[in-house]
C-alpha cells in the first residue's frame, strides 16, 4: 500500500520555498507534485536580519510557519489529494545557526503551530536528534543518496551546489557524505553587494573577469578544507566579514569582477578536491541544487572530476526537487519508527531515529 508524505525545503539562498509530494510504497518512490514559492519580501528581510543576529523573533516565527502553512495547503490541493491522506510533512527549518560543535542548529519557523494549523504530522528537528547521536547534523540527505543507491542498485556520487557544497563518495568501499565548503552562497552574496544581483546568473560575470591567486591561495588554507570528514560548515564561518579579511591582506587591489572569478574558482576546486577522492570504479554523479544553474560551475567541476554526470535519475526526481523529497523520505522512515545506525554519511556515533513526530 503506497504512503504519501511531504517534503518542505529552503535553502540558505532564500531563492524559494520548495514543497515536495511522494508516494511511497515498501520498494519504490515517485514524486507525486513539486511547486516552489516565492518567499514574501518583507518575510525574507526579516530571515536575512534574524540570521545576521542568530536569533529569530516570536513574530518572525509565526509569520514564517503561516506561511508554511499555506504553501503545504495549496500543494495538497494541487496535487488534488485530501489532508488525510498526507501521513506526515517533514520541515528542517530555515536555518538561524548551525554549530554541531556546541551541539545545537536552530532553525526558524515554530513547528507546533505549523501542525496545528495543517492539522497533519510534522517531523522535524533532523540536524538536531542527529547532532545528539554524535553526528554533525549536515548534509542529512546523505542518507537518501543511500536509499536512491540501492534502488539503482549501483554506487552512485553526489553532489548538492547549494550556498553551500555537499558530496556522497565512496571511499574503499565506504560511503560518506559531508560539506566540502561554499558552493553559491558567498558568490551570491558578493553579486549582492557590489552589482546589485542576486547572483551570478551562469557565471556571465566571473567569465570576464581572472582569478586572483594570492586571494585565491589565502582563502584556501582556511582550516575546513583541510579538516577530515564526515564535516559540516556554513555562513556562520564562510560570509562576508570571512572574504574582505583575506581581501584586506592580500597587496595588491583586487576589482569586484576579479573577486567573483576567483570565488567561482574557489567553489569548483574545493568541490572538485574532495570529489577525487572517490575511489569507486567508473562512477557516476548526480548533480542538484540552486548551483546547477551556474553553467561556468557546473562545466569548471565536471572538467576536473572523474564521475560521468547523470542528468536522470528516475523516480521523477529532478536537479530542483531533490531536497525536499530527500527530506520527505526521512519524515517517512521517522514515522516508520525505522532507527539508523552509526555512520561516515555524517559522523553520527550512535544507532537512533532521525527527526522527531510533532
Not at 515498501?26 to 518567499?39: G, H, L, M, N, T
Not at 536569533?55 to 503561516?66: I, R
Not at 591567486?213 to 560570509?239: C, I, V
Not at 574557489?266 to 541544487?289: A, H, P
Amino acid at each position: 500500500m503506497s504512503k504519501y508524505y511531504i517534503g518542505i525545503m529552503c535553502g540558505t539562498s532564500l531563492d524559494t520555498l520548495d514543497v515536495s509530494t511522494i508516494k511511497l510504497s515498501k520498494k519504490s518512490i515517485s514524486v507525486v507534485s513539486f511547486y516552489e514559492y516565492k518567499i514574501p519580501t518583507n518575510q525574507k528581510r526579516d530571515i536575512k536580519k534574524s540570521i545576521k543576529k542568530s536569533k529569530a523573533t516570536k513574530k518572525l516565527n509565526s509569520e514564517v510557519s503561516h506561511y508554511l502553512a499555506s504553501c503545504v495547503t495549496k500543494s495538497i490541493k494541487k496535487s488534488g489529494l485530501s489532508p488525510e491522506k498526507i501521513c506526515a510533512v517533514a520541515y528542517p527549518g530555515i536555518t538561524l545557526d548551525h554549530n554541531p560543535q556546541k551541539k545545537y542548529s536552530k532553525y526558524i519557523g515554530d513547528i507546533n503551530l505549523l501542525k496545528n494549523l495543517i492539522k497533519i504530522p510534522v517531523v522535524a528537528n533532523f540536524r538536531q536528534t542527529d547532532i545528539h547521536a554524535g553526528g554533525q547534523g549536515a548534509p542529512m540527505t546523505g542518507y537518501f543518496h543511500q536509499f536512491i543507491s540501492s534502488l539503482k542498485k549501483k554506487r552512485i556520487c553526489f553532489l548538492n551546489l547549494g550556498g553551500f557544497g555537499n558530496v556522497t563518495i565512496y571511499v574503499n568501499n565506504k560511503q560518506f557524505s559531508y560539506d566540502t565548503g561554499p558552493a553559491n552562497y558567498l558568490i551570491d552574496s558578493w553579486c549582492k553587494l557590489k552589482f546589485k544581483l542576486d547572483y551570478d546568473k551562469n557565471g556571465k560575470i566571473a567569465k570576464q573577469g581572472e582569478i586572483n591567486h594570492e586571494l585565491l591561495k589565502r582563502m584556501s588554507a582556511d582550516a575546513f578544507f583541510k579538516k577530515k570528514y564526515p564535516k559540516s560548515t556554513g555562513f556562520e564561518r564562510f560570509n562576508l566579514q570571512w572574504l574582505q579579511g583575506h581581501i584586506d591582506k592580500c597587496q595588491k587591489r583586487i576589482s569586484n569582477i576579479d573577486v567573483t572569478t576567483t570565488l567561482t574558482y574557489l567553489s569548483i576546486s574545493s568541490i572538485s578536491q574532495e570529489l577525487n577522492r572517490d575511489t569507486s570504479n567508473k562512477s557516476s554523479i548526480f548533480i542538484y541544487g540552486g548551483g546547477v544553474k551556474n553553467k561556468l560551475l557546473v562545466d569548471g567541476i565536471c572538467s576536473t572530476i572523474k564521475q560521468k554526470r547523470l542528468k536522470n535519475i528516475g523516480f521523477k526526481i529532478s536537479e530542483k526537487n531533490f531536497e525536499s523529497v530527500a527530506f520527505a523520505w526521512l519524515a517517512s522512515a521517522r514515522i516508520d519508527g525505522i532507527k539508523f545506525p552509526k555512520s561516515q554519511i555524517t559522523g553520527r556515533k550512535r544507532d537512533g531515529y532521525i527527526g522527531e513526530v510533532i
